[in-house]
């Protein structure tokens, strides 16, 4: 199993630009998370999906973020537009109806 | 509100030593504490986990100690070896609900060779 899977890696855009991240769960897994990881604050949940439908988006920081989940094996998270106070590492993790996440490599978001 | 505290925020450990990393929870509802290790450039992944029904786990050197009563867990690492030297997180939810679970801010252990 390869595991989750994000894309991009990397991403440097300039603020005000729309940014897309990318993420394939692992195969069988019914619950998608999408986390922000800053040193300032941490890991903190923006999303939970279960059965691909959103059960919570409270750590959605505001209207710029969304997410969506149009399939089992497909979710995005957007930022539109984006600020410089959105560079953080952007982590998406999966789970089967159970406590054990499995995180994907994350994607570095640099707004400039 | 954080509802799990985790310390130290950072930690210098000679090789061979013991590594102790220590987190409080407030919600009573929580049962399930898993500890996650996060290697710089990855994602965290899952190291150990317990369940207040027991007062201790050990997986080879990593060792989680849990004290209901007082709403604390902690984890040990025997004998540090330097390819331990990573951020470890703490964590706690609830089976049964929506397995979200609540973060520590994170130790970053650093082992000396």
């Known amino acids: 199993d390869a595991g989750v899977i994000q894309s991009p890696r990397h991403e440097v855009t300039e603020m005000g630009q729309e940014v897309t991240l990318r993420c394939k769960p692992i195969?069988?897994?019914?619950?998608l998370f999408w986390y922000r990881q800053t040193m300032m604050r941490g890991l903190e949940l923006l999303i939970y999906f279960n059965n691909n439908v959103p059960i919570d988006d409270s750590g959605m920081p505001e209207d710029r973020f969304s997410a969506k989940m149009p399939n089992a094996s497909f979710s995005t998270l957007k930022i539109q537009p984006s600020e410089p106070r959105d560079s953080a590492v952007y982590f998406c993790?999966?789970?089967?109806?159970?406590?054990?996440?499995?995180f994907g490599p994350g994607t570095r978001l640099t707004v400039t | 509100q954080q509802q799990v505290k985790q310390s130290p925020q950072s930690l210098i450990v000679q090789k061979g030593g013991i590594s102790i990393i220590n987190c409080a929870y407030e919600?009573?509802?929580?049962?399930?504490f898993p500890w996650y290790q996060q290697f710089p450039g990855k994602g965290p992944a899952l190291l150990i986990a317990i369940r207040p029904d027991v007062s201790e786990k050990k997986e080879g050197r990593f060792t989680i100690s849990f004290n209901k009563s007082a709403k604390q867990f902690s984890l040990h690492i025997m004998d540090s070896q330097p390819g331990d030297s990573a951020t470890y997180f703490c964590?706690?939810?609830?089976?049964?609900?929506?397995?979200?679970?609540?973060f520590g801010r994170g130790t970053s252990l650093i082992v000396h060779p």
């Open positions: 993790a999966s789970s089967f109806s159970g406590h054990e996440q499995y």
């Open positions: 964590a706690a939810s609830i089976e049964g609900g929506s397995y979200i679970p609540t």
């Open positions: 919600n009573t509802a929580f049962d399930y």
């Open positions: 195969s069988g897994h019914n619950s």
